[in-house]
């Protein structure tokens, strides 16, 4: 992919697709605190992009955590709804996904759980970025009032 511009770079990323799913690009670049400020100003609207997502990767702990919510031991939940390839994935359609939300959203979740709808995108400049999945509307249209936010604050983004 050749950019000539910065503002080209994000125009073709927010162009790709990700499993065939675009991808909104934000001009931010990936930090903890920007992650934080995100996901405590996000809210849920419940529109079901989440349940789009054919794949989780979970670590031992997110599979205590989703064997006690099943109210199954963990290996019981592994094997009715987990596989391993290079790493444990939950397999989808997600168990806790009910009447267009998650069942166990105010309960503990996995850590991709809380962090859903915000991925991160390695750009050419060789920063990281934040980015949301396209199937989360709300996700969507938060990234680019919080973008508008953080900008006002920091008018040229680092490396950008």
Known sequence: MQVTSYESMISKLNSLQIKGRPVAVSKLIVTGQYIDDFMKGFKCANCGGCEHLDSMVIDVEDLE?????????ARTFQTLHCIYIDRLYMKFPCPFYK???????????PKVCKLYPINTTKCTDGLSRIGVKSDCKAGVEYLKKFEEEKLAVIPEPLGG
């Not at 955590?65 to 031991?73: F, P, R, S």
């Not at 009447?99 to 979740?109: A, E, F, V």
């Open 65 to 73: 955590i989703l064997a006690k919510a099943a109210h199954i031991d």
């Open 99 to 109: 009447d267009n939300k998650c069942s166990i959203h105010d309960k503990p979740r």
